[in-house]
């Protein structure tokens, strides 16, 4: 039913599934405005999202906002000529959706709503604001309005994201009151290492050197030294620095290079001279947060090497791009650099280590942490922005293709540190290692549950035959088929051999349906498949066995795409919406991804069961699969006992499938089906509630509200000066 207020038109929701509403009435298109509202007596599980059909015949998922106070408020953009708009919640309690008020806005609102975070940043930097407006001035007089608009919107920020520096202004800045607490907790400290910043110096502009040692200076913990090497920068202003700070500050030491040997030699000359208990690393052009040194320090009793966030700073001291890091994460440090700055390492260690790798120049501090890590050594990370990361025309932080001798370095580090091939990754400073497979490989038991959908396991065995690896066997477990159609499939790939076909006359659970596969299996490993998986790439197979193999792996994931090539799994994150769900969700399959970790080998806490390899006898030691829980999240429950027996479990995109998610089993819309699903939630929190409110893999300063590594509002992570820390 159509109605009309303001200009505004009203849906109605009608429920048509346990978390599935269907809107109905005079369907809007492109730009709209939505509010409604929501009670719900548990929790939202996920990210809501609109499902949209478009006269073209595609249906185009759409994140919306997370509710915030029982009201979903904001704009998105929807097709041309809608067919259908279909609204998916999830929630673990009784759930109720209001009418839904939509109103169609012209691109000037937008432009204006989608602008203004951006207007306010530049209405508080007086500085800019006149080049800022003539900016507008030429793009108007070059284009009109749409053209100024476009701009807008090509850039637009999400939808209830706000910019950075107000995070940071509300979450991230120190105060005068958090000094005075700082300095009285630094006065309690039972102990207090003492740190050694070793500053390597190359013809460094003048400003930037003066602020890179003033932010060192402006330290709230005060048991440090600068020990800075100069490289034999030819520019006079260098020494003149560097000795006026010396003359200024007894902590500060200088050590000024006959020759220039780079930066391992310089960094090297700097740890002679070195007398505390830590070193802690910072650029010749870089800062330091006030609280660095005073943060790495409580983290420094049971540690020996020790990294911080960081964020980018530009010529004009405006800080952007904040890189929020998962804790030790040793498969990520083998396709990226990702510890960088800050870093601290006990001096003893470092010297133990023989200090820094000549030759390696450009990547001597990744050598170091995989050196660190390979003598055992005890990696802490500590959760805040800790160092600002100089970002200017020709810096590393910019340009990153312009030091391929750093990839170069990279490439011999790692090949030096894992013993095996390691070639360039798929982005800039990016690594791929190729973990051998012996001769002969060995079998892989493929355990695939289905029911019916004869359609579905006919693409999946067609596919399948693309795959390279060999050898493996095909047992699907049959869960009471009906259709005569999927009973012919079955009965054909018993006759040809392609498959064992078990029979599970149950009602369907899927860890007992995969624990009867794996007691069944021939293999050295298994894998467990859904029967709606489509094979796209031959090299799947062989990308997740060669992680399966290592001893240290648990369990091994793979990307898998929506048929639209959009991303349905990136490896799971713990507590977004309340127990975990799929990183990067919905991004188109090419994009980066936070930091790259869209396309990266790395560790998570946990993988899904859709597409999993595991060695056969991980499998049995850990039980298998928990049989209580039927359905959701025992996948994650399997993988965090992985991790707790002290296996890790991995995810790799070099293994791409296309997951046709759910569709032979269908959508959790009865009753009995929700009262489970709440069921399963409930064992979850109950059994891993603290772990998953803190994934190592995460971070706590990104949001558990979505899966796009968006900032927290508020972030998790503590203040340690603040009372009740």
């Given at each position: ?7 505004a ?17 005079a ?6 405005d ?12 996920r ?29 998105v ?28 806005i ?5 432009g ?9 940043k530049?209405l ?9 407006a ?24 999400q939808?209830?994201r ?6 940071v ?48 200076r ?6 440090w ?46 740890l002679?001279?070195a ?9 010749h052009?870089?800062e330091?947060?006030?609280h660095a ?8 009793a ?20 904040p890189?929020f ?9 083998l396709?990226?650099?990702y ?10 260690l ?16 990744h050598?170091?942490?995989?050196r ?37 370095a ?10 095996v091939?390691?070639?360039?990754g ?65 009965r ?30 021939r293999?050295?490993?298994v894998?467990?498949l ?38 349905q799994h ?36 946990a ?14 030691r ?27 479990c ?7 499938l ?8 269908g ?12 069921s ?10 603290e ?19 968006a ?15």
């Amino acid at each position: 039913m159509r109605r009309w207020l303001r200009g505004a038109r009203f849906l109605d929701a009608e429920r048509t599934g346990a978390d599935v509403f269907d809107l109905r009435g005079a369907l809007p298109s492109g730009w709209i405005d939505f509010d409604f509202e929501i009670s719900c007596s548990g929790q939202v599980l996920r990210v809501p999202r609109l499902l949209v059909d478009s006269a073209a015949g595609a249906r185009e998922p759409v994140p919306l906002p997370f509710p915030r106070e029982g009201r979903m408020r904001g704009i998105v953009r929807l097709p041309e000529a809608v067919r259908a708009l279909r609204l998916e919640l999830s929630a673990t309690g009784d759930l109720r959706v209001g009418a839904l008020r939509v109103r169609e806005i012209g691109r000037a609102e937008v432009g204006l709503r989608l602008a203004a975070p951006f207007l306010r940043k530049r209405l508080s930097e007086p500085r800019v604001l006149p080049l800022t407006a003539l900016k507008l001035l030429r793009a108007l007089r070059a284009g009109g309005t749409a053209e100024v608009l476009d701009t807008l919107l090509r850039k637009r920020p999400q939808v209830s994201r706000l910019p950075y520096g107000e995070w940071v202004d509300r979450y991230a800045t120190i105060s005068d009151a958090d000094r005075a607490a700082i300095r009285r907790h630094i006065a309690r400290l039972p102990q207090r290492p003492g740190f050694s910043v070793l500053m390597p110096v190359y013809e460094t502009p003048e400003p930037f050197l003066r602020r890179a040692i003033g932010s060192v200076r402006a330290q709230l913990y005060p048991d440090w030294e600068l020990c800075i090497a100069d490289d034999a920068s030819p520019s006079p202003h260098v020494r003149r620095v560097l000795e006026e700070a010396a003359a200024a500050d007894s902590r500060i030491r200088v050590v000024f290079r006959d020759r220039n040997g780079h930066i391992s030699a310089a960094s090297n000359s700097a740890l002679e001279i070195a007398t505390g208990d830590w070193i802690a690393l910072l650029d010749h052009d870089d800062e330091l947060s006030e609280h660095a040194l005073y943060m790495v320090a409580l983290a420094a009793a049971d540690a020996d090497l020790i990294y911080s966030d960081e964020d980018k700073l530009d010529a004009h001291g405006r800080l952007s791009d904040p890189h929020f890091k998962p804790d030790w994460n040793p498969d990520l440090l083998l396709a990226q650099n990702y510890v960088a700055h800050l870093c601290a390492v006990r001096t003893g260690l470092v010297r133990d280590l023989g200090g820094f790798r000549l030759g390696l120049e450009g990547s001597q501090d990744h050598d170091l942490v995989l050196r660190v890590a390979k003598a055992g050594g005890r990696i802490r990370h500590v959760p805040h922005v800790l160092y600002h990361w100089r970002a200017i025309e020709g810096s590393t932080a910019l340009s990153a293709r312009s030091k391929r001798y750093a990839e170069e370095a990279s490439l011999r580090a790692l090949r030096d540190h894992t013993g095996v091939a390691v070639e360039a990754g798929p982005l800039p400073f990016t690594y791929r290692v190729r973990w051998p497979i012996p001769e002969p490989a060995p079998l892989v038991s493929l355990i695939v549950p289905t029911r019916d959908a004869a359609g579905l396991l006919q693409t999946f065995v067609e596919t399948l035959a693309t795959t390279a690896y060999r050898p493996y066997e095909l047992i699907v477990v049959d869960n009471q088929s009906r259709d005569p159609a999927a009973l012919r499939l079955l009965r054909g790939l018993e006759e040809r051999k392609l498959a064992r076909v078990l029979r599970y006359d149950a009602p369907f659970n899927y860890s007992a349906i995969n624990n009867l596969g794996v007691r069944e299996a021939r293999g050295e490993i298994v894998g467990l498949l859904n029967n709606d998986l489509e094979i796209v790439e031959p090299g799947w197979l062989t990308a997740m066995v060669a992680h399966a193999l290592r001893p240290e792996v648990g369990a091994v994931g793979a990307r898998l795409l929506y048929p639209d090539g959009t991303v349905q799994h990136g490896g799971v994150i713990l507590g977004i919406g309340g127990v975990a769900n799929h990183a990067h969700r919905n991004f188109p399959r090419s994009e980066t991804g936070y930091f790259g970790r869209l396309q990266l080998v790395q560790d998570l806490s946990a993988v899904t069961a859709a597409c999993l390899l595991v060695r056969r006898e991980v499998y049995l030691r850990a039980g298998g699969l928990d049989e209580s829980i039927a359905v959701a999240f025992n996948d994650v429950d399997f993988c965090l006992r992985l991790r707790k027996a002290g296996l890790r479990c991995v995810f790799t995109p070099e293994a791409t499938l296309v997951h046709h998610e759910s569709k032979s089993r269908g959508k959790d819309d009865s009753p009995e089906k929700r009262a489970r699903f709440v069921s399963e939630v409930e064992t979850m929190m109950a059994r891993w509630g603290e772990v998953l409110r803190n994934d190592p893999a995460y971070n706590p300063n990104l949001t558990l509200e979505s899966e796009d590594f968006a900032l927290a509002w508020p972030p998790r992570a503590l203040r340690p000066w603040e009372p009740g820390a």
